[in-house]
């Protein structure tokens, strides 16, 4: 029996589950702005896991890069998510009225 598949479809379902308010709160705090902050954090996951020794854990590192570079088009549908009133705009952000952009 092949156990280590389990626990990385696991953990990979697990990860993409954590990132769902991760990129909900980053875009409620600091807007689509903070896009470079995944892409970097995807290319430290990516290279730690390529140095990772266990099988299992280099997966879930790799899994999480991939997450992170997922979220920043996520990011941006988010901000869209938010014009459309699914979910709240953070109240400080400063809004253009005009066109509804956000500064």
């Not at 626990?7 to 954590?18: P, T």
């Not at 979910?87 to 952000?93: D, L, T």
């Amino acid at each position: 029996m092949n156990w280590q598949s389990i626990v990385v479809g696991a953990s990979a379902f697990l990860i993409i589950g954590l990132f769902h308010p991760i990129v909900i709160k980053a875009e409620y705090y600091f807007s689509k702005k903070i896009w470079p902050v995944f892409l970097a954090a995807g290319f430290c996951f990516l290279l730690w896991a390529f140095f990772m020794p266990g099988q299992i854990l280099a997966c879930a590192l790799a899994v999480t890069g991939f997450t992170c570079w997922w979220s920043i088009l996520e990011l941006f549908e988010q901000e869209e998510r938010v014009k459309k009133g699914w979910f709240p705009q953070n109240p400080k952000r400063k809004t253009n009225e005009k066109n509804k952009t956000v500064s």
